[in-house]
């Protein structure tokens, strides 16, 4: 029997690294707590808290190529790395919804920087 992590358990997931985003690593993640939920269970003696919503961004070698890589696979775009005033960064909607940013190491820092001034 598979274990619960396994590539089998897991629709997306690959037992093995694919050449086209070998350079790619899991940048950041913040979860952002805006008006939290609270649900008080008093009898067990516990609370859960809702707190908002989590935002990952994906760095590779090339925005651009990342980008039509997530195109042929049908992902949905929120901006386009050539989209609105700041260029070279993409947003991109994991199966949940969520936005997930993308861009790369070659870029980031002059993309930011014209961003701030």
Not at 26 to 41: E, S
Not at 56 to 64: M, S
Not at 70 to 95: Q, R, Y
Request: aromatic share 12%.
């Amino acid at each position: 029997m598979a274990s619960k992590e396994s590539a089998d358990n897991n629709p997306g997931l690959q037992a093995s690294m694919d050449e086209a985003t070998k350079g790619y690593f899991l940048q950041q993640t913040m979860l952002r707590v805006k008006d939290p939920k609270r649900l008080d269970f008093e009898d067990m003696k516990f609370t859960l808290y809702f707190l908002g919503y989590e935002d990952t961004g994906i760095t590779g070698d090339d925005v651009h190529k990342a980008c039509k890589r997530f195109e042929s696979l049908g992902v949905e775009f929120v901006k386009k790395p050539d989209d609105g005033k700041i260029k070279d960064i993409a947003f991109i909607k994991n199966p949940d919804g969520y936005w997930i940013e993308i861009f790369d190491t070659k870029t980031i820092a002059k993309t930011t920087a014209k961003a701030a001034v």
